[in-house]
């Protein structure tokens, strides 16, 4: 009985999760879950306790009540840059970087000089 019971324990100390390579993640929706892939999200807007996400294949965006900080954590991280304090967006989606703006396939949002070292991660100038 030892002798399984050690055999258990490391086995299970011995055991290391393997990252999973999803590409999509899903959120809260008008009473319902949906799914949404990380290729498909433009950016994301912080509206409080609710975020937008702004898809590139809709114009309707998708409303959802969690915080912009709680979804972020869900992104990945290397796809995914807080360039604002209201705004994520995604890297794919960059066209154009200015002093105060980024321009994206349909829009322009606002860059926060607070998230200044994000933007030279972005660029890769770490």
Not at 80 to 91: A, M, T
């Amino acid at each position: 009985a030892c002798h399984k019971a050690l055999d258990l324990y490391e086995l299970r100390r011995s055991y290391v999760p393997q990252p999973t390579t999803k590409n999509y993640f899903f959120l809260h929706a008008d009473y319902n879950l949906v799914k949404i892939s990380f290729d498909q999200v433009e950016y994301i807007e912080g509206l409080k306790d609710y975020i937008k996400v702004h898809l590139i294949n809709q114009q309707k965006p998708v409303l959802s009540r969690i915080s912009l900080k709680a979804i972020e954590l869900q992104l990945p991280p290397d796809q995914f840059f807080r360039v604002h304090k209201s705004y994520l967006v995604n890297l794919d989606h960059v066209s154009q970087m200015r002093r105060a703006r980024i321009k994206l396939i349909n829009t322009e949002i606002p860059l926060s000089d607070g998230y200044r070292d994000v933007i030279n991660r972005m660029i890769g100038k770490v």
